[in-house]
Structures are given as C-alpha cells and as structure tokens.
C-alpha cells in the first residue's frame, strides 16, 4: 500500500513494566522487574526517541486491587513508580520524546496537580502531557477514605471543572511576564501576573501558580474516557484521546463520532488527536508471529486472566470459565471497556475464558500479529481510513516488543511517507502538530 496524504501518522509507545501482555512477566524476553527498574524505564525512552515517536505514555491507578492469593502471587503491572516522578528523571536522560503520565482528578487538590505538571513542563522545555482520569475502582477510593468511588456521570462532571481550574492556574504568567531586570530592581511585570479567583460548585482556588508557562504554553491534555460522558469531556478540553477499538469500522464511528462533537466549543478537527491503542507481535513471517502470540497465550495463568475481569465489577467465579460471556449490569466504573467486552464477546460468540484470553494481550485494545510489512499495511488503513491520526504503541513484552516496533515497523512506515524521520519541532505539542495556547488572559484582554 502507498500512502499520498502529507498527514503525518503520531504514535506514543505506552509503556507497562514486563509489557502489555498479562503473562509478559513470564516470558524470557521480558525485564520481570520492569515496573521499578529505572534503568529499564531509560533504555525504553532513548529506544522511542531513537524511533522519533512523539512520546512516552504512562497509566496509573492508586493501589492494588483486591486479589485472592495466588492472584496476588503473580500481581506484576500494578507495583511501580509514581508517573510524574517517574517522568521527571526520563525527561533528564533524553531531548526530544513527549512526556505523558496519568493523574485522576479524584484524589488530588488541582492546585497540586497544576504545579506538579507545570514544573514537568518547564524542566523538560516543554514535552509534558497530563493524561485525565477519573479513577474508577472502589478499591482506589478505599485508599482515600471512601467506601465507594462516585457515580460515572458525577466523576466527569467534577473533572469538567477541575480541568478549568488547572488551565487557569496554568494560565498564570504570560509568557513574556519575566522581565528580570536587576538594575530596576523588576523581577515580573506584575500587569502580567493573573489571580485566578475561581469559585465554582467544587472548588475555590485563588491563586496564582508559582511557575512559568513553558515553551509549549502548557502540558497537553490528554484524556483516555470513549463513554458519552467522556467523550464529551474530551471535545471541551483534551487534544489527545487514548481509546480502545477492535474493529476498523468501530475506529471510524467513533472517529467521526468525537470528531463532529468539537464544534459544539468551538474547536477544529485538528485540535483533537485521537489514538487508539494498539499491541503488535512482529515475525519475519505471518507463522512466527503466531507462534510468538500462541507462547505468550500459554503462559497465561488462569487466576490472573479471570481476576482480570474483576474490572466489570460482576463475581465471574459463579460461573464455569467455558460458560459463555454473560449480560453484565451498567457499572459505574469503566463503561467503555465493559461496552468493548461486552460487544467482542457478542461479535465472536466467545466463552468467558476466551474474553480473558482476548484481552490478555492489551486489554480490549487492538492485538495486530503480522510481518512489519502487513502491520504497517494495517496502521495505514486505519491511518488513511479517518479512524485514527495515529496509535498508541502497546509491545506485549518489554524491551523487546518496543525494539522490533522501532527497528522494523517504524522505518516501513518511515518509506511510505507517513511517519517522520527527524523530529519537526523542539516541544510535545509542536511534533503532535498541535498550536501553542493563547493565555487565556490576553484573549480576555484582547475581548474587552
């Protein structure tokens, strides 16, 4: 396939401790002790900015979930470093690679939030990304002082302020504030110094924040939610959104879907990236990378995949694992990923333990097995069919997987004129293509 659209692909490497795969730790390719190994965390980082991906992803949630014991014998991706200081060594060992860790806007006030990934932003010169969640487990809330986590709708609605709140904080100085004259003894020029004064439903916040905009304005915002309501916090606020498809027509509904919400604030097409996940298993042929796929399958443990579904909030263990998939109640925790179950299990007729099985490899996200050629071939129709502006990189097993992506399906890419071959700009924003933020300050100025 050849591909004459000029639009350029963007692609994140998500990175997860062994890997994206359940049994990742068990495979002898693996870092088994990735999750906490800063060593490993820097080999990958300089492996995607070799690559010129745009960034560096990294998920979070606050604790570990309930297990019975051999479940917790074999607990792996959940046990490792806190995402923003994490970020900030990786951000000293490299120049280029986007910066994106997560953050729920549950448990933290959004003043602290604020400051922690605007100091990201500026130390990095400008290659931080803050990914929005909500956190959906009771188990998170448990560690909070709650007996339960907030309904799914009440979460997005605090979120939608918290968001309002943190830009305006980020917002603070104008990028020209710092006049730093020391024969007129002027640091800042105060008129470019803003208060933020919010009082809204949820919270009261004075400000200002104590830190400079970076070179990029601010961190981009980036927000992993597919259900309506985070959907439509995404077109109010993210420029990037993670999601999770299985089909290419599935990708492109909900393309066009969240695409067509943006002009409801006023923003373009082009404001928004959306990047679906997607795990690769690359063989030299198409039998390789199945037998790649079948070892990682088998090395599966029983406990870990169906404890894996623990997520749905429904007590699988009444059920025979080859029953097949059941109805499950709305929940108030991950609806879109209960929906994308739900709907694979329906389209495929699968068993319980198939369900588990299938979402082993990436959880729910798109499991492609193939030669680079036919990934790419895979990529690019996604690409160039208005279902994706690019993926989110999951390899099934680190350091490895993220090495063949880079090495063989990247350079591919790279020949067809979809993929970079040197970075176009010096910040996370710049090489995502997305505009530097007016301060929303002067735009108030310039209204007035």
Known sequence: MSNKNVKQLNLNAFILGAGQHLAAWRHPESQIDGGFNIDHYKQLAKTAERGKLDAIFFADILGLPPATSDVKSQTVNYIGFEPVT??????????????????????????????????????SKGRAGWNLVTSATDFEANNFGLDRQKNHTHRYEIAREYIDVVKGLWDSFEDDAFELNKSKARFINPDKLHDLNHKGKYYSVRGPLHVPRSLQGH???????????????????????????????????????LKSKLSKYGRGTDELKILPGISTVIGRTADEANEKYEILQELIPEAAGLNMLS?????????????????????????????????????????IRQVFQRAASARGHLTVLGTPLSIADQIE??????????????????????TEFVELVVPELQRRGLFRKEYEGNTLRGNLGLKKPVNQYIIKHSII
């Not at 420029?239 to 498809?245: C, D, H």
């Not at 025979?320 to 329906?346: E, N, V």
Request: charged content about 20%.
């Open 86 to 123: 994490l970020l900030s060594y990786l951000a000293a060992v490299t120049e280029h690679i986007g910066l994106i860790g997560t953050v729920s806007t549950a448990y933290i006030e959004p003043f602290h939030l604020a400051r922690k990934f605007a100091s990201l932003d500026l130390l």
């Open 219 to 257: 961190p981009v915002l980036v927000q992993a939610g597919s259900s309506e309501d985070g959907q439509d916090l995404a077109a109010y606020s993210a420029e990037v959104v993670f999601t999770a498809q299985q089909t290419l027509k599935e990708a492109q509904e909900f393309y066009k879907s």
């Open 311 to 351: 997520w749905l909030e429904i007590d699988f263990t009444k059920y025979s694992l080859d029953d097949p998939f059941p109805d499950l109640p709305l929940i108030q925790g991950t609806q879109s990923r209960q929906k994308l179950f739900t709907d694979l299990a329906r389209r495929e007729n699968l068993t």
């Open 381 to 402: 129709e996604w690409f160039t069919g208005e279902a994706a502006d690019g993926f989110n990189i999951m390899p099934p097993v680190l350091p490895s997987g993220l």
